[in-house]
């Protein structure tokens, strides 16, 4: 190879290598150029692109694009599954399908949203659900406690708003929650025309008070006069 194509090659490893924040390496020693199609077609359904490549280009390139977990691996024939925008479950899942299949493929680790794993890892990662469905159930956890602590704290209000409104209604049919009505006025202050009135003389009385006098006056006077005997 060139040196301008070496260095052609090394450019577009590093331009992938800095998209992907997730790579799958594996060891595809045995598998036919057919088999290696039918993975790289397989993958690119997933938003992956499958590449086989030479070691010392790609530890360049690894060096390069700052990713030097990635040298530690590239030992024997190796091929990287590049996930980009991809569904990396799915991806995982499609190699290590074609591991068991073939018998011959293995993975060998790779790099996981920025983070190297080994090849357990990455048997494990395909052993999950697929990405909608892994969406799901992790949905699921979160809002079903957040609608349990949800209903934790709205229940009570529910109930005081119940317990107020039923108040309010009760209020309203005994007549409490009308305009308060004028207070009366002071005993004292009542009782004081009435006084008033008992102090002044009725005409009545006073026409028998002279009578009487008139009378008394009377009597006296006869009294007073001598025996004509």
Do not use: W
Request: avoid cysteine; charge should be negative.
């Amino acid at each position: 190879m060139l040196k301008r194509d070496k260095e052609r090659v090394v450019a577009e490893l590093v331009e992938r290598l800095r998209a992907s924040d997730t790579l799958i390496v594996a060891d595809y020693r045995g598998l036919t150029m057919s088999e290696i199609d039918g993975v790289r077609t397989e993958l690119l359904k997933h938003g992956a692109r499958f590449s086989v490549v030479k070691n010392t280009l790609t530890k360049r390139a690894a060096e390069e694009a700052g990713v030097t977990s990635l040298i530690e691996l590239l030992e024997g024939p190796t091929a990287i599954a590049f996930v980009i925008d991809g569904d990396m479950v799915a991806v995982a899942k499609s190699l290590n399908d074609t591991a068991r299949q073939t018998k011959v493929l293995t993975l060998k680790g790779g790099i996981l949203q920025g983070q190297p794993v080994g090849a357990g890892e990455m048997v494990r990662l395909a052993s999950l659900p697929p990405a909608n469905v892994l969406q799901g159930q992790v949905l699921g956890a979160v809002v079903g406690p957040l609608n349990a602590i949800v209903g934790l704290f709205t229940a009570p209000l529910r109930d005081l708003v119940g317990v107020i409104d039923a108040r309010i209604s009760q209020l309203q049919e005994q007549g409490e929650t009308a305009e308060p009505q004028p207070e009366p006025a002071p005993a004292e202050e009542a009782a004081e025309p009435e006084a008033e009135a008992d102090a002044e003389p009725q005409p009545e009385a006073e026409a028998e008070t002279q009578e009487a006098q008139e009378s008394k006056t009377q009597e006296e006077s006869k009294e007073e006069e001598p025996n004509g005997n």
